[in-house]
C-alpha cells in the first residue's frame, strides 16, 4: 500500500486534475494542498481540517472516499 501522500496524488493524477482546480473547487489554500501531497501533515492546522481535506479532495478528484479512508485508516488516525 502507497503512503497516503502518494495515494493522493495518483487518484488527482488519473483523473488529470491539477492542484489550481482542487484549490478553486474546494477552497483549500494550494498551501495546504502542497503540504497532502508532500506528507508534510504538521503544516495542516488540526486533525479536524486534515480529515476534511482529505474528504475534500478526494470528492475534488471524484475518488471513491469510502473505500480510499478505510484503505488509510491507520495513517490518517496517527497523524
Known sequence: MKPL???LIEERKKKDINLDEISSVTN???NS???????????IP???YFK????NYLNAVGADEKEFL???????ESV
Open 28 to 30: 483549500i489554500s494550494l
Open 52 to 55: 476534511n481535506y482529505i474528504k
Open 70 to 76: 478505510k484503505t488509510h485508516r491507520d495513517e490518517i
Open 33 to 43: 494542498l502542497h503540504a497532502l501531497e508532500k506528507g508534510e501533515y504538521e503544516k
Open 46 to 48: 488540526g486533525k479536524f
Open 5 to 7: 501522500n502518494e495515494a
